[in-house]
């Protein structure tokens, strides 16, 4: 089983190697003079490596997460329902275009089997980044996670769309754009932010156990009412 401190261990390293590039690319920046040749092609470089690395944490991290909830050895049905929706997907695809009450019958009781046996899906049917991780392919996969949407990503949806993405297809389709250095910096920074607010959302997701099913309590039958 993979703890919630070895899960908070990875999160971490993985987190560190891409600040540190980061951080490293962002010194590199601030260190060159308004009208040194190397700038025009540093500031789009940091524009695509700032882009690489929210992409590619966000997928790494909860493809991670993913596999700690698979480790846990939990029944589907514990589990919340957008999770089970993943486990139970292929069930779902079986009835696609069939009316056949007998054979939706027969589906039902393999979901219900399925439901009932331990949680194991493959990461990769639960995190989709697809082309481009947009602020809304992004509020998609923290749904896919059973997570909440927090008001940080609300507000840095037009900085992911409008920066991060728009910045970063233009200069990977070939565009010569320029981006001032001031401009470059503030997208590291602004994936800065964003990476260590979802490293501790989903670490403070696997501490609180935020993927189980939440419990209904049971409402108290009055005395001498029938069950």
């Given amino acids: 089983m993979i703890t919630a401190e070895a899960f908070a261990e990875k999160i971490h390293r993985s987190l560190a190697r891409r600040k540190q590039e980061l951080a490293r690319l962002r010194i590199q920046l601030t260190s060159f003079q308004p009208n040194t040749p190397h700038l025009e092609w540093m500031t789009r470089s940091a524009v695509v490596l700032a882009y690489a690395h929210w992409e590619g944490f966000v997928k790494d991290a909860s493809q991670a997460y993913v596999r700690t909830i698979n480790s846990r050895q939990i029944r589907t049905m514990d589990l919340k329902h957008c999770l089970q929706a993943a486990a139970l997907t292929s069930h779902f695809k079986r009835t696609e275009g069939s009316g ?30 697809e082309s481009n991780l947009s602020s809304v392919v992004f509020a998609e996969n923290i749904a896919r996670l059973g997570l909440v949407q927090a008001d940080v990503y609300d507000m840095r949806a037009a900085f992911i769309d409008a920066k991060l993405v728009a910045g970063r297809n233009q200069v990977a389709h070939g565009e010569l754009v320029t981006f001032k250095t001031e401009e470059a910096i503030a997208r590291i920074d602004g994936v800065l932010l964003l990476l260590d607010g979802f490293a501790n959302q989903l670490i403070d997701a696997v501490r609180d156990e935020a993927f189980m099913q939440e419990k209904v309590p049971m409402v108290a039958t009055p005395s001498g009412s029938p069950p």
């Avoid at 399925?114 to 989709?128: C, G, L």
């Fill in 100 to 129: 056949k009450l007998s054979f939706i019958g027969t589906v039902l009781s393999d979901i219900d089997r399925s439901r009932s046996a331990v949680f194991s899906v493959q990461p990769e049917k639960v995190v989709d980044t």
